[in-house]
């Protein structure tokens, strides 16, 4: 398998619901994103988790929650989102060394298009 | 500062023509640098490589370090290269930086 898959691909939700999106890779990568994407603009770093620890945190606000149950697997928990969150949520994951060839490269997934009412 | 720059939001040529997607980067230590694209509907995809200096789909970049470039060449353009483009620095500790991405249109 050499995809990474997201679920669920679209998201309308309200600004008091709890919700989370899902991310799975099974690639044998270390490292793992989340990324937000708005219209037209290129996708903005969110979290990186570097074997399954949170390594980097953008100042996300707190209502974005990561987490990283296995080395496969990366959620976003989504709480009291606001209508400018309204985005795709883009998550990638890439080899995580820290040097050679191909530790950089960092593979995508579809998104989820999410929507807050 | 580590910050790329991709001058030209929209590049328009016709099928045949050659195309050149402008990237430039700032950056204080040696650059890894990538180029990505972004077709209609379809996810972000890896298209280049600079340490590899292969050539995918007839597109190629060379990193030049004097003008702190790495811009994106075909020489014949076809329909189904129309996407964004969007040329990416790893900068260290795991993190990509983003150019603010380069569509490109080709009209038959």
């Known amino acids: 398998d050499t995809e990474v898959t997201q679920t669920p691909k679209h998201l309308v939700m309200g600004m008091t619901n709890k919700k989370s999106l899902k991310c799975e890779q099974h690639m044998g990568h270390r490292a793992m994103y989340w990324y937000k994407q708005k219209a037209k603009k290129p996708p903005e770093l969110m979290f990186v988790?570097?074997?399954?620890?949170?390594?980097i945190n953008e100042s996300v606000p707190s209502r974005f929650s990561p987490e990283c149950p296995n080395s496969s697997l990366l959620n976003l928990h989504l709480h009291a989102l606001q209508p400018e969150d309204s985005a795709l949520y883009l998550c990638?994951?890439?080899?995580?060394?820290?040097?050679?060839?191909?530790?950089?490269?960092?593979?995508f997934g579809p998104g989820t298009r999410l929507t807050v009412t | 500062a580590q910050r790329v720059t991709q001058p030209e939001k929209l590049l328009s040529v016709f099928k045949g023509a050659p195309v050149e997607l402008k990237c430039n980067y700032s950056?204080?230590?040696?650059?890894?640098l990538f180029w990505y694209v972004q077709y209609s509907r379809q996810r972000l995809q890896l298209l280049l490589r600079h340490i590899s200096r292969e050539s995918i789909k007839g597109f190629t970049a060379d990193l030049n370090k004097g003008e702190t470039s790495f811009h994106l060449k075909k020489p014949f353009a076809q329909e189904e290269d129309s996407a964004m483009y969007y040329c990416?620095?790893?900068?260290?500790?795991?993190?990509?930086?983003f150019g603010t991405g380069t569509r490109l249109l080709v009209s038959p």
């Open positions: 950056y204080s230590g040696s650059p890894e």
């Open positions: 990638a994951s890439s080899h995580g060394g820290t040097s050679g060839r191909g530790s950089y490269e960092q593979y």
């Open positions: 990416a620095l790893f900068t260290g500790f795991q993190k990509l930086v």
């Open positions: 988790y570097s074997y399954e620890k949170l390594s």
